[in-house]
């Protein structure tokens, strides 16, 4: 029988810990809550409420995200320009700060009396507790998440490639669509699951910026909290559904990957900071 | 200087045209960008496009040529596959029915043959031969090889430091180097030292070594003595030929080179049969004699230190 050395077994113990600590909250949604009345207590006007906003305000910031955000990255990833690593720094400023932070920040951007709230309130839209406020809360958030990652999705892209296609008669729009795209296109699932997780999870910038309006603001995040004190058990309950749909988008993006990954042979680096 | 050419980098000056029609010029404000300039690139690591099949890399540019293409480069039966699979010769046939399916006016190589192993290589290059003479398209390569240069090239151009040395045939070259450099570059043997014309026909070269050597012609002052590797000589101890140049050193090594043998003697590189390197037993370290004939011996002016990286090019 071998010795078992001091070392390991420290290693072991941390690593028991650090399972343990991360594992049992999750657990105790579960086992708190009766699995019976989880179920009948989805069926809450509340809840209901709170998964069709969530639902609505991320799709919509998710496209978003998507459409401006990725031509954004070709252009920032792939081009030599002055200031290039401030922009990208600027980028991924967001990503470290607080949100609440970024709840302020926006409301002192869009609010009413804000930077440009004349110019907002002149469009004849008033931001603070309304959908839009969401969308852009969500946005501003969980945008980057994506951002940083497809600016290192292009720039890890082998130039050659895109030359290549151009000395064969393609433009630069369709060297993007047919060769930079699908190259890429594991690195930007990864940044696009991500902003989407991000999002779904915003709290803090949602709150203080869009308010906790049930049917018009409240996500399922912001629901939980309201929940928290009048009702315990609905909270426990909508934090079991959402533990379940994270699981379920951990484990989509990571069947996604592993059969991206066996079908090209384009490189990708998850979630890595751009080089300057 | 092949992206310049592409349209990937944009030169400060200057002007680049293909069959008249001017690509690039900095005088007349003109730029095409890569897809209207009509040139076909053959990248170093063939640039395949990994997440297609070859049958869809070669039928980027257009499906009119593919089928042609592909039985022309004997890849038809590689039609489904994708390039992580192919062979680097595979891959290279690839790439230039790729760039050969767009019609281009002109082919540019970038070092076509570096990315393959010994044995591959001499076969491609017999076939590239044979391909660049078949079809009826200028072609630019750029080598760091001057073999390659010479075995695939009708003319060569040596570049150092962005400055085209000379232009020639590749025996041009060979027989007459313009400079040191150039005749390094082509293998050539290179010894540095003074000259002094003597009188007709014969001019004095201290060597920096300290030898003396003789040529037929050349100019004064510092110079670079070029002798052919072939046109060394190896001896032992018998008495000089008074007529021969002649430098007495150490063998300091002997390297096989097909049926021949690479013997370095002091400054100076002999290629001997290798039968005879055998009878002579030459060995590192024995003491022989190198002699060359004054007619063998060029000189060439020495450029002030000339030590950018070589590259050359050949073009048709």
């Known amino acids: 029988m071998s010795r078992v050395r001091p070392f390991t077994i420290i290693l072991v113990l941390a690593a028991v810990l650090a399972l343990a600590f991360l594992v049992i909250p999750i657990v105790a949604l579960f086992t708190e809550s009766p699995p019976g009345q989880t179920l009948s207590h989805l069926d809450d006007p509340v809840v209901k409420d709170a998964l069709i906003v969530t639902a609505k305000t991320n799709l919509i910031a998710f496209g978003i995200t998507l459409l401006v955000g990725t031509p954004a990255a070709y252009l920032i990833g792939r081009r030599r320009f002055p200031g290039r690593a401030l922009v990208i720094t600027l980028v991924e400023l967001p990503l470290v700060l607080p949100p609440a932070v970024a709840g302020i920040g926006l409301l002192a951007a869009f609010g009413r009396f804000g930077l440009l709230g004349e110019e907002v309130t002149a469009l004849g839209i008033d931001l603070a507790f309304t959908q839009l406020a969401v969308i852009l809360a969500i946005i501003f958030v969980a945008g980057p998440f994506y951002l940083r990652q497809a600016i290192a999705s292009f720039e890890a892209l082998d130039e050659d490639l895109i030359l290549a296609a151009r000395t064969l008669g393609a433009g630069p729009g369709r060297a993007f669509w047919r060769i930079a795209l699908p190259l890429s296109a594991s690195g930007l699932s990864a940044g696009a699951a991500l902003s989407l997780a991000r999002g779904i999870g915003e709290f803090g910038a949602t709150i203080m910026f869009a308010g906790s309006l049930q049917g018009v603001t409240q996500t399922v995040t912001l629901a939980i909290y309201d929940a928290l004190s009048v009702d315990f058990d609905v909270a426990l309950a909508i934090g079991s559904l959402l533990v379940i749909l994270s699981a379920v988008v951990l484990l989509a993006l990571k069947l996604l990957l592993h059969w991206r990954s066996s079908d090209s042979t384009s490189t990708f680096r998850f979630a890595t900071s751009s080089s300057a | 200087m092949l992206r310049a050419i592409a349209g990937a980098v944009k030169p400060r000056r200057g002007y680049v045209t293909l069959g008249g029609r001017p690509l690039y ?292």
């Open chain 2, 25 to 316: 010029d900095s005088e007349r404000r003109v730029n095409l960008p890569p897809e209207d300039r009509g040139v076909g690139y053959v990248f170093q690591e063939y640039a395949l496009f990994p997440h297609m099949t070859v049958r869809q890399n070669v039928a980027f540019a257009g499906k009119e040529r593919v089928d042609d293409l592909l039985a022309r480069f004997g890849i038809a039966h590689l039609e489904a596959a994708r390039p992580r699979r192919l062979s680097g010769g595979e891959r290279q046939r690839v790439g230039l029915a790729r760039a050969l399916a767009s019609g281009p006016g002109v082919l540019l190589f970038d070092e076509p043959l570096s990315a393959l192993d010994a044995h591959t290589r001499d076969r491609v290059r017999s076939e590239l031969f044979d391909l660049l003479h078949e079809l009826d398209l200028p072609a630019l390569l750029v080598t760091h090889d001057f073999v390659d240069a010479a075995a695939l090239a009708d003319r060569v151009g040596v570049i150092s430091r962005g400055r085209i040395l000379q232009m020639g045939t590749p025996a041009e070259l060979l027989a007459e180097p313009a400079d040191a450099f150039v005749a390094s570059f082509v293998g050539s043997n290179m010894m540095t030292g003074t000259a002094r014309r003597l009188g007709a026909g014969r001019v004095e070269v201290v060597l920096e070594q300290g030898a003396v050597i003789h040529a037929t012609d050349g100019p004064d002052g510092p110079v670079g003595a070029v002798v052919h590797p072939w046109d060394v000589a190896v001896g032992g101890d018998e008495p000089a030929d008074a007529g021969l140049n002649r430098i007495r050193a150490p063998i300091a090594s002997i390297t096989p080179d097909g049926g021949r043998v690479r013997v370095r003697i002091g400054p100076l590189i002999a290629e001997v049969d290798a039968e005879a390197a055998r009878t002579m037993e030459l060995a590192p370290g024995r003491v022989v004699s190198a002699t060359f004939a004054p007619a063998a011996t060029r000189l060439v002016p020495l450029n002030a230190l000339e030590n950018g990286t070589p590259t050359d090019d050949g073009g048709r």
